[in-house]
């Protein structure tokens, strides 16, 4: 699968990247849409404090407002169904063609 990857101040690059498997407690989306949060903007523009820059080197997944459809649910998830369109803060690294994602992690998630 494909996902986008900051590797400079200022610079995307698409790479192929394996495509995730989700354990029982997981679903798994396939990314329609990921807004851009001004976080995300502080990692493309690398304006992170020194400290941050340490924790969070280049290259740098990003992307964590995403809207998508569930296209595998794990065994112990419950209120999911494959088909559901959801939204909500995943975490990082949305930009990209599916994640999985630990639903019970997600915070302000909605079906839409």
Same mark, same amino acid.
């Not at 989306?29 to 001004?38: K, L, P, Q």
């Not at 407002?65 to 998830?77: L, M, Q, R, S, Y």
């Not at 494959?82 to 930009?95: M, S």
């Given at each position: ?16 990247? /394996?495509?995730? &498997? #989700?354990?029982?407690?997981? #679903?798994?989306? +396939? #990314? ?26 280049? /290259? +740098? +997944?990003?992307?964590?407002? /995403?809207?998508?459809? %569930? %296209?595998? %649910?794990?065994?112990? %998830? ?7 369109? #959801? &939204? ?20 302000? +998630?909605?079906?839409?």
């Amino acid at each position: 699968m494909k996902a986008a990857f900051i590797v400079a101040p200022r610079k995307f690059e698409i790479r192929e990247v /394996p495509m995730p &498997t #989700i354990s029982d407690d997981e #679903i798994l989306v +396939r #990314i329609e849409a990921c807004g851009v949060c001004s976080s995300d903007m502080t990692a493309y523009k690398d304006t992170y404090s020194e400290e941050m820059k340490k924790q969070v080197p280049f /290259p +740098r +997944r990003s992307g964590h407002e /995403p809207a998508g459809t %569930v %296209v595998e %649910v794990g065994k112990n %998830v419950k209120g999911f169904s494959v088909g559901d369109r #959801i &939204t909500g803060y995943f975490g990082d690294e949305c930009y990209c063609e599916y994640v999985a994602c630990d639903p019970s992690n997600m915070t302000a +998630r909605g079906h839409v």
